[in-house]
């Protein structure tokens, strides 16, 4: 049976209809509100800040302006064009300018959002749904590492990357360490000083790692851990992102590491483990080996069309040596079938690799 004209008609409307609602016309800046916060910044900073390198609006250059703004956002699904876009991008290159920013945008009546390493979920960092206008203030410019072993410390800015923070640390010791995220690309600063990685079960999360912090307050203020008090100074390690302030920087405890460590990664076919006996050894297991084994399961899809399988990934990393880990797997978790491990890390870079497995960057969550 055909389908009348008239009912064509409406559901083309409908259709219509509903695609001009999900598209959101992001109201933009007017060039006076752009004018009037770069004006605001100078009179909040006396660091010169060059337009060109940390200003960046969708009318002054569309493409650039995009490829800032795409360039750490890690969930593509927050980039689709009826995404809200932010007004303006701006980049700071000192300190000073971020407290510029809190209090120009305040002012201003212009919502804020921050970001760091861009690895938000929900794209929190990049994207503001419901406040609109927002401006992006994005601190990938503030990433200095400054390690001090002899201090077993370090102060990380808030725009560096976990990945960064590893390699400054292992170029002056090859017996130090820093338990946050495994993958490389997180930012220091979004992390909010949580932050669980490959070395969590033997020093914790990252949080537990931090010695002292620079934040801004809403009013401007910057305060470190004694201006901040211990209330504040705990709720922003691991604390929800921005409810604070804005960090600008972590002073973290280093963490011994052996100069050896070993890795494995043993991935089984739904077919290979039958009836998931071994998952569900791990799940069991896991959490009571030795502390100096971390062991994770990344389950996925393989396969194509009509062959397809899921796969359980077992992605682990040992603080020791080959010997004493193939010791701990046989009595404790036979059931994977470790016999040999497939990488054993010995010199400083690869170490670095392999305290840190990567995941694939970008995702559509
Ligand atoms: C592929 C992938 C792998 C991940 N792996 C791990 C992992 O191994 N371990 C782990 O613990 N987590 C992991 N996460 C989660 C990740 O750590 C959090 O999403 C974290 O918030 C990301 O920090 P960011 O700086 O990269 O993110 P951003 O998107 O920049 O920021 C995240 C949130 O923090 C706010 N924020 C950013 N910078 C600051 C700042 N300087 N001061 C105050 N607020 C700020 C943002 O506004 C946003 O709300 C992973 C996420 C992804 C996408």
Redo the contacts with the bound molecule.
Sequence with gaps: MGISKPLLEISYISFLALYFSFYTITPTFSASLQDDFIKCLHIYTNVEFPLNETFFTIEKNASTFEQVLES????LRYLAKSMPKPGIIFKPIHESHVQASIICSKKLGIHL??????????????VSQIEKPFILID?SKLRQVNVDIEDNSAWVQ??A??GELYYRIAEKSKVHGFP????S????????G?????MMRKYG??GDNVLDAK?IDANGKLLDRAAMGEDLFWA?RGG?????????SWKIKLVPVPKTVTVFTVTKTLEQDVGNKILSKWQVVAAKLVEELFIRVILNVAGNNGNKTVTTSYNALFLGKKGALMKVMKKRFPELGLINTERLCRNELARIRCL?FR?????S?
Excluded: K, M, W
């Excluded at 750490?72 to 969930?75: I, K, P, R, V």
């Design positions: 750490t956002a890690q969930n959002r921050v970001r760091s390493g861009g690895h938000d979920y929900e794209g929190l960092s990049y601190l808030a725009g990357t976990t946050a995220g495994l993958c690309s997180l930012g220091i600063g979004g992390q909010r949580g932050a669980y990685g490959s999360l990252a934040i922003i929800g992102g921005a409810s604070f302030g804005i960090i600008l840190h995941l694939p960057d970008r995702h969550y």
